[in-house]
Structures are given as structure tokens and as C-alpha cells.
């Protein structure tokens, strides 16, 4: 069967927790998962609102895929974003292929003011087209770059009046460059994109949080949805499951 690459692009915060039917077509389905922290507090948010209905099991062989379910693994080290590219393509070397549908996500920390986003954006869709090639039984779907807060207060203040950009502004406008071109490389398809990012940055109430850099628009995480600013707390990381358990039920 030939490979679609594809994913579903997520648009606005979900009003609604994932149906019991999302909730059963995923729980039907094979699906690989490499993550570090951020996916785990996905996968906490999974088990969180599938209420045990949903096999979570981590592993990294062709066994643990013999039976439905979500199975994820730790992919590289945080900080090393090329190295998690390769270490996905080992991955599902390691499991032979044996998935449904296939994904990683990179985290927060993996961009740094100084990330070259072209280079690496590059190197992510050509292991996606070696791994087409090579599993054309299985679907691969994508996943933004989650955000961090900015700081504030009377800190980011100095720090601007020395000069220097507070915390968390420079990364994400790295993390959002990244996201935007992974938006623009799958807009006009049929459903593109799992948008975590757009999920971490829109209140609960529908309106987007962002901050201005040379007059742009740059998104940030909810405040509401992190105890420490970068990972999701108990809020934020059951809005993301119920988001992903939908975005994956609707994977053809």
C-alpha cells in the first residue's frame, strides 16, 4: 500500500472533550510515538481522558506492536535536534515498521536563539521522505514545535532597558519560524498538521496569546496551561490529549 504523508492541521482549541468514538477508533490503531518531556505530559493528558480505555505502553520492537495501541518511546537527547531526526529513522527500524501511524514531536528546548531552521527543517523532511519510501504501509503525521512563556515583570523590564531579550523571547520566535514553515510545506494538502503549538497558545476562551518583535506577531504558551513555563500541567496537557486523540482518530 502506498504511503501518505500526511497529517490534520488543528486549527482552534477544541470546545469539547474527545468523543468515546475517537477514543475507540484510536484505541484500535497501532501507533508510534517518539517524544522526550513535552510528549510525556502528552501522554499523561492521553491517559488522563481515554479513562484507561486507550493501551499506553512504551517500548521499541516489533512486539510491543502486535496489539493496538499507543506506544512511545524516548527519541535522542533534548538539545540535539538532528540527532532526534536520526534517532526516529532508527526507530522504526527498531519496531520494522509495524505501525499504523508514525510521529515524533521535537521540544521547546531543542531551539535556541541560534538554531539554523532552514538547515533543520531540511534534514526533517528528507528522513520523512526516506521514511516513506522505505514503510509505505505506514501513515506519517507531524507535530509543531511546542512554546515556552516569555518572561515578565520588573526582570524582563531591565533586561530590556540593558539591551537584552527576556526569557523565552528569542526561542520562540526560532520555534515559531520552524512552525511556519512546517505549515506552509503542508497548507492546500488534504489535512496537514497536528498544530501543538496553536493548542499551547490560545486561551481558553479562543483568543490567541502572543508578544511583538520588530512588529510581528509571535505566539507563546498559555501561562494557565504550565506550572513552570514550559511543560504542561494537568489544564494544558488534557486540552492537548483531547486535541490529539481527535487529530488522530481522523487520520485516514
Known amino acids: 500500500m502506498r504511503l501518505t504523508l500526511l497529517c490534520y492541521?488543528?486549527?482552534?482549541?477544541p470546545s469539547l472533550a474527545a468523543s468515546p468514538e475517537s477514543i475507540e477508533r484510536v484505541a484500535s490503531r497501532r501507533i508510534f510515538f517518539g517524544h522526550q518531556s513535552v510528549g510525556g505530559n502528552l501522554l499523561e493528558g492521553v491517559s488522563d481522558v481515554s479513562g484507561g480505555k486507550l493501551r499506553v505502553v512504551q517500548g521499541r520492537t516489533p512486539e510491543v506492536l502486535s496489539t493496538?495501541?499507543?506506544?512511545?518511546?524516548s527519541i535522542g537527547q533534548n538539545e540535539d535536534p538532528s540527532g532526534k531526526v536520526r534517532d526516529f529513522e532508527k526507530a522504526l527500524d527498531?519496531?520494522?515498521?509495524?505501525?499504523?501511524?508514525?510521529?515524533?514531536?521535537?521540544?521547546?528546548?531543542?531551539?535556541?536563539?541560534?538554531?539554523?531552521?532552514?538547515?533543520?527543517?531540511a534534514e526533517y523532511l528528507a528522513s520523512m521522505e526516506r521514511l516513506r519510501t522505505k514503510y509505505p504501509a505506514v501513515?506519517?503525521?507531524?507535530?509543531?514545535?511546542?512554546?515556552?512563556i516569555v518572561q515578565s515583570g520588573a526582570k524582563a523590564w531591565?533586561?530590556?532597558?540593558?539591551?537584552?531579550?527576556?526569557?523565552?523571547?528569542?526561542?520562540?520566535?526560532?520555534?515559531?519560524?520552524?512552525?511556519?514553515?512546517?505549515?506552509?510545506?503542508?497548507?492546500?494538502?488534504?489535512?496537514?498538521l497536528f498544530d501543538l503549538a496553536v493548542l499551547e497558545s490560545t486561551r481558553?476562551?479562543?483568543?490567541?496569546?502572543?508578544?511583538?518583535?520588530?512588529?510581528?506577531?509571535?505566539?507563546?504558551?498559555?501561562?494557565?496551561f504550565s506550572d513552570d513555563g514550559?511543560?504542561?500541567n494537568v489544564t494544558g496537557r488534557r486540552r492537548a490529549a483531547d486535541a490529539l486523540i481527535e487529530f488522530l482518530a481522523k487520520v485516514p
Open 204 to 224: 481558553p476562551d479562543g483568543t490567541p496569546l502572543w508578544f511583538e518583535v520588530s512588529g510581528a506577531k509571535v505566539p507563546m504558551l498559555v501561562p494557565e
Open 139 to 148: 501513515t506519517f503525521v507531524h507535530v509543531t514545535v511546542p512554546l515556552t
Open 94 to 121: 527498531d519496531v520494522q515498521g509495524k505501525a499504523d501511524l508514525a510521529f515524533f514531536k521535537f521540544c521547546y528546548i531543542d531551539f535556541s536563539a541560534t538554531t539554523d531552521v532552514e538547515k533543520l527543517f
Open 68 to 73: 493496538p495501541g499507543l506506544v512511545h518511546t
Open 9 to 13: 492541521a488543528l486549527l482552534a482549541m
Open 158 to 192: 531591565l533586561k530590556r532597558r540593558l539591551g537584552r531579550a527576556p526569557w523565552g523571547e528569542q526561542e520562540n520566535v526560532v520555534r515559531h519560524r520552524y512552525n511556519q514553515l512546517l505549515r506552509a510545506k503542508f497548507a492546500g494538502q488534504p489535512g496537514l
Open 230 to 232: 514550559q511543560h504542561l
